[in-house]
Nanobody
Framework: QVQLVESGGGLVQPGGSLRLSCSTSGRISFINNAKWYRQAPGKERLLVATISGGGATNYLESVKGRFTISRDNSKMTVDLQMNNLEPEDTGVYFC????????????WGQGTQVTVSS
């Protein structure tokens, strides 16, 4: 049973930083493409950052220069470093990753809450 579990969320003041981590468990050996999404209350899930199998990254315009997505296949994790946080960054952050466990499949984590407020 493959699972993705996000951690690192919390309450932070504007201008602060958080590092989200998406850890994996189960019989998998590689993370390929991976994404982080954000869902604010009453809004649709929004794609925030992606990393391709080759390491290319893309970001939502409003987080460029502040967020960094990374992947570590030695630890089987996908991280999202978030700096200079703004109240608009508030929401539940979800990890979505394509992993190899005998075949390629996409999985979702359960989400971690990030609240940016003074």
């Amino acid at each position: 049973q493959v699972q993705l579990v996000e951690s690192g969320g919390g309450l932070v003041q504007p201008g602060g930083s958080l590092r989200l981590s998406c850890s994996t468990s189960g019989r998998i050996s590689f993370i390929n493409n991976a994404k982080w999404y954000r869902q604010a209350p009453g809004k649709e899930r929004l794609l925030v950052a992606t990393i391709s199998g080759g390491g290319a990254t893309n970001y939502l315009e409003s987080v460029k220069g502040r967020f960094t997505i990374s992947r570590d296949n030695s630890k089987m994790t996908v991280d999202l470093q978030m700096n200079n946080l703004e109240p608009e960054d508030t929401g539940v952050y979800f990890c979505n990753a394509e992993v190899w466990g005998g075949d390629w499949k996409w999985y979702w984590g359960q989400g971690t809450q990030v609240t940016v407020s003074s």
